[in-house]
């Protein structure tokens, strides 16, 4: 059903809902789990790939473990890094690379700053046409 289950990640508290979601659902399907995180940072944004900073050498690591957490699960799973606007790199990412599922966790903001602010969540689900997992976070 879901061969390759893409999880975005944005290195908050948040992550943690939709990674224990995934892991029996990955599971379940005998999915593999790609985990991407957009570095947004001044440097990122700036130099791509070819950022280095504290910000990057972070994500990087987190990825690692979050990478590894799914692996030691017995989910075959990889980590990509991405560089710039969120929504921009993870809807690239889907066109480009592919995937059956894209699984989310939310902020769960009240309608007033989703209109002020957008929602990279709401962003994403509307620009690709792959079903998309949204898990609001407590």
Not at 19 to 47: F, M
């Amino acid at each position: 059903m879901y061969k390759t289950i893409l999880v975005t990640l944005d290195g908050t508290s948040t992550d943690r809902a939709i990674i224990e979601h995934v892991k029996p659902l990955a599971t379940l399907a005998d999915s593999k789990v790609v985990v991407l995180h957009v570095a947004n940072g001044w440097a990122a944004r700036t130099y791509g790939p070819d950022a280095v900073s504290r910000e990057i050498l972070e994500d990087a690591a987190y990825l690692a473990k979050v990478r590894a957490e799914f692996q030691a699960a017995g989910i075959s799973a990889e980590a990509e890094m991405a560089y710039g606007d969120p929504v921009s790199e993870i809807v690239k990412w889907v066109k480009q690379k592919g995937c059956d599922l894209v699984a989310m966790s939310t902020h769960g903001h009240r309608f007033l700053a989703d209109l002020f602010l957008g929602t990279t969540a709401s962003r994403v689900q509307h620009s690709i046409s792959v079903p998309v997992l949204l898990l609001r976070a407590k």
